[in-house]
C-alpha cells in the first residue's frame, strides 16, 4: 500500500523501514519531512494511508484535502489523538489508528531524569566542573527520600514513574479520573482528589491525555492550591499547562522547579534546529530563561525500544487495515 509518511527524520527513517521489511507484506512508504498541514496535504495524493507524528495538524480542513485525494487511513505513530479532528475524520469516513503503548519506560524514566537535573542541579554542575569551578555554592538540593510525590493520571506511564519514585522512598498520590489497581498496588500509595493532591505534593508530574477537560489544567487557580516551591514536570502534552501561569509561579517562587519536555505551542519550534535563526516566542524565551526551569524538545519517547515499538505496531496496524483484520489500535470517534 502508498503509505505518505510525515515529520520523519534519519532515525524514524532507519526504524520504518527495518520494521516495513520484516513484514510479510511490505508497504510502498514514501518519507517527507515536512509536518502534515492543509498546505501540505497535496504531497499526499493518491496516498492509500497518511502516517502522522505528534505536531502534524489532522484538522477538518487537513482531512477533507486527504479524503478528496484518495486517503482511506490515517496511521498515528504516537498515543495521543489531540492533534485530528476526529469527529470529522468520522464523518469522511476515515480510518484512524494508533500507537497506544510503545515503551511506558522511556517516557517515565525521562521525567524521572527532569526531576533529578532539576532537584541536584545537575546541568549547572556539569558546566562548572568543566570550567574548573568545583565550588558547590547554589547547587543545594534536597531528598527524594520521604517527599511526597504527585502523580497526575495513573494510566501506563504515570504507574511507572510512581514505581521508580517508590525506589526512592518517596509518598505517592495519585489522582485519576479512572483509578488503577495497579497504581494502588505500588507500596505508600494512595489516591485523593485532585485538590489534595496539589497541597501536599513537593513533586507534581502531569501523566493524562490532553482533553478539553485536562486542557490547562495547571493554570493560576490550581497553581495557587500548590505548595510553596513545588516542583512541576510535564512529560504529557504542553496544552495541560497554562504556560504564562506558571511564568508568573515562577517569578513569585510558588514554583520553585520547572522540567517540561512539552510546551504549549510546540509544533512551532520542536523537531526543527533554530540554532542560526532568531525565535519570536517570548514566551518561551521567558521561561527558557529561568535557572530553575529544564526543558527537552519531546525527546521523552525517544529510546531505541520505543521507536521499534513505534514502527512495528504502526506497520502492523497499516497491514491488518489493508487485509481486513480486526483493527484493534483504532481511535473511535465517541
Ligand atoms: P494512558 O492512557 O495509559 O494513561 C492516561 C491516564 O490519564 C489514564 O489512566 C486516564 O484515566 C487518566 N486521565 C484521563 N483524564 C484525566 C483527568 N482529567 N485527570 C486525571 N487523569 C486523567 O496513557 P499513557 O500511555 O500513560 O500516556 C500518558 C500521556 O503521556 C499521553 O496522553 C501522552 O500525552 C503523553 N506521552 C508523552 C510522550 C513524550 O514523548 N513526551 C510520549 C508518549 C506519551
Request: overall charge negative; hydrophobic content about 40%; aromatic content about 8%.
Amino acid at each position: 500500500m502508498k503509505v505518505a509518511v510525515f515529520s520523519t527524520r534519519s532515525y524514524d527513517r532507519q526504524f520504518l523501514d527495518r520494521a516495513n521489511e520484516a513484514a510479510n507484506s511490505p508497504h510502498n512508504l514514501e518519507y517527507f519531512e515536512t509536518k502534515l498541514n492543509h498546505k501540505t496535504a497535496s504531497l499526499a495524493k493518491n496516498f492509500t494511508c497518511v502516517c502522522i507524528f505528534v505536531n502534524d495538524s489532522a484538522d477538518g480542513d487537513t482531512l477533507r484535502i486527504l479524503a478528496e485525494q484518495g486517503t482511506k487511513l490515517i496511521a498515528l505513530r504516537c498515543a495521543g489523538y489531540n492533534m485530528i479532528d476526529m469527529e470529522v475524520a468520522h464523518e469522511l469516513g476515515l480510518k484512524v489508528v494508533r500507537v497506544p503503548a510503545y515503551s511506558p519506560y522511556a517516557v517515565a524514566e525521562h521525567a524521572v531524569g527532569l526531576v533529578l537535573m532539576l532537584n541536584r542541579k545537575l546541568n549547572k554542575a556539569y558546566n562548572r566542573v568543566r570550567d574548573d569551578n568545583f565550588t558547590l555554592d547554589g547547587l543545594l538540593g534536597f531528598d527524594l527520600h520521604n517527599s511526597t510525590v504527585g502523580v497526575i493520571g495513573t494510566g501506563k506511564i504515570g504507574v511507572i514513574f510512581a514505581q521508580i519514585m517508590q525506589g526512592f522512598g518517596c509518598h505517592l498520590l495519585g489522582y485519576d479520573v479512572h483509578p488503577s489497581e495497579h497504581f494502588s498496588a505500588i507500596k505508600g500509595s494512595k489516591y485523593v482528589d485532585l485538590p489534595e493532591l496539589l497541597a501536599k505534593s513537593d513533586i507534581l508530574s502531569l501523566h493524562c491525555p490532553l482533553l478539553p477537560s485536562t486542557h490547562h489544567l495547571i493554570n493560576s487557580e490550581t497553581i495557587e492550591q500548590m505548595k510553596q516551591g513545588v516542583m512541576l514536570i510535564n512529560t504529557s502534552r504542553g496544552q495541560l499547562v497554562d504556560t504564562r501561569a506558571v511564568i508568573d509561579a515562577i517569578k513569585t517562587g510558588k514554583i520553585g522547579y520547572v522540567g517540561l519536555d512539552v510546551y504549549e505551542e510546540e509544533d512551532e519550534l520542536f523537531f526543527e534546529d533554530y540554532s542560526d535563526s532568531v525565535i519570536k516566542d517570548d514566551t518561551f524565551q521567558l521561561l527558557q530563561s529561568f535557572q530553575n526551569v529544564v526543558i527537552t524538545a519531546h525527546q521523552a519517547f525517544f529510546t531505541r525500544d520505543a521507536l521499534s515499538a513505534i514502527s512495528e505496531t504502526t506497520i502492523a496496524n497499516i497491514t491488518n487495515w489493508e487485509q481486513g483484520t480486526e483493527l484493534i489500535n483504532e481511535v473511535k470517534f465517541s
